[in-house]
């Protein structure tokens, strides 16, 4: 058992949250008023579908890497996020969430936990890329459609890939999870033959086949549902805390 407070506390601390000028609030977004802390559940996005379950698993805290409260949307509680936001007060589930603090951390972030599940050995972020883009030296190289059978092995769905590079072995992979296609340039310009990320844009075909530089898109949720596992696992080995990873199933 822990004191709200106390864990959130920590989690920025460990995240180092402070040091990020993100799209949204990392910590603790909604407080349900539950003030001690036995059980989380963890998912990638606070959508509905993932309140009610958590709900039925007994959760006093949802930890998520999508949470609420995105610059650019309506401030107000109102539609779908009212109803959101309701349910968790309801049920008093309180919602910690952690968006460009859990890509980037060495040991728990999804870009690290991605490129473990890839089995890419010596992975590190590139330098001055803020722990956003990694990789890694593929000793031997791998075909693309070696690399694209790992993926889909690893993440259980098929990546789009672009051909866009040499028709050679991939031997310097980067990766960014999410929708980290805006990226792209800086993976070529630092020599990678590949980059993976989350989602693909219509002008990221035209990008990486003039960049010359192979592209697969892997899913922004199938790449990004390791960092908050880990981080889950973390909490509960530290604090002695249930913790169950709920999976909603997203195509995208």
Same mark, same amino acid.
């Given at each position: 058992?822990?004191?709200?407070?106390?864990?959130?506390? /920590?989690?920025?601390?460990?995240?180092?949250?402070?040091?990020?000028?993100?799209?949204?609030?990392?910590? !603790?977004?909604?407080?349900?008023?539950?003030?001690? @802390?036995?059980?989380?559940?963890s998912?990638?996005?606070?959508?509905?579908? !993932?309140? =009610?379950?958590?709900a039925?698993?007994?959760?006093?805290?949802? !930890?998520?890497?999508?949470? /609420? $409260?995105?610059?650019?949307?309506?401030?107000t509680?109102?539609? @779908?996020?009212?109803?959101?936001?309701?349910l968790?007060?309801?049920?008093?589930?309180? !919602?910690?969430? /952690?968006?460009?603090?859990?890509?980037? &951390? %060495?040991?728990?972030?999804?870009?690290?936990?991605?490129?473990?599940?890839?089995?890419?050995?010596?992975?590190?972020?590139?330098?001055?890329?803020?722990g956003?883009?990694?990789?890694?030296?593929?000793?031997?190289?791998?075909? %693309?459609?070696?690399?694209?059978?790992?993926i889909?092995?690893?993440?259980?769905?098929?990546?789009? &890939?672009?051909?866009?590079?040499?028709?050679?072995?991939?031997?310097?992979?980067?990766?960014c999870?999410?929708?980290?296609?805006?990226?792209?340039?800086?993976a070529?310009?630092?020599?990678?033959?590949? $980059?993976i990320?989350?989602?693909?844009?219509?002008?990221?075909? &035209?990008?990486?086949?003039?960049?010359?530089?192979? /592209?697969?898109?892997?899913?922004?949720?199938?790449?990004?549902?390791?960092?908050?596992q880990?981080?889950?696992?973390?909490?509960?080995?530290?604090?002695?805390?249930? &913790?169950? $990873?709920? =999976?909603? %199933?997203?195509?995208?």
């Amino acid at each position: 058992m822990i004191q709200t407070g106390t864990l959130e506390t /920590y989690c920025d601390e460990l995240l180092n949250a402070t040091a990020f000028d993100d799209y949204c609030p990392n910590g !603790l977004q909604v407080d349900a008023g539950t003030v001690e @802390i036995n059980r989380i559940v963890s998912g990638v996005t606070a959508s509905a579908a !993932l309140i =009610e379950a958590a709900a039925a698993a007994g959760a006093d805290l949802l !930890l998520v890497h999508h949470g /609420y $409260f995105w610059k650019g949307e309506g401030a107000t509680l109102t539609g @779908i996020k009212g109803q959101r936001v309701r349910l968790l007060m309801r049920e008093g589930i309180n !919602l910690l969430a /952690y968006h460009l603090p859990l890509d980037a &951390h %060495p040991e728990l972030g999804n870009n690290r936990t991605l490129g473990d599940r890839l089995a890419f050995t010596g992975a590190a972020a590139l330098p001055g890329s803020g722990g956003l883009i990694w990789t890694a030296e593929l000793p031997g190289g791998l075909t %693309p459609a070696a690399l694209s059978s790992r993926i889909t092995d690893a993440l259980g769905r098929e990546p789009t &890939h672009i051909a866009g590079g040499r028709t050679g072995g991939i031997r310097r992979i980067g990766w960014c999870t999410g929708a980290a296609q805006g990226y792209l340039e800086q993976a070529a310009g630092a020599g990678m033959d590949a $980059f993976i990320s989350g989602e693909i844009s219509e002008q990221t075909v &035209h990008l990486a086949r003039e960049w010359g530089i192979h /592209y697969f898109a892997a899913g922004h949720h199938a790449t990004e549902r390791f960092g908050v596992q880990a981080l889950g696992e973390h909490l509960e080995k530290k604090f002695g805390l249930h &913790h169950q $990873f709920i =999976e909603i %199933p997203n195509p995208v």
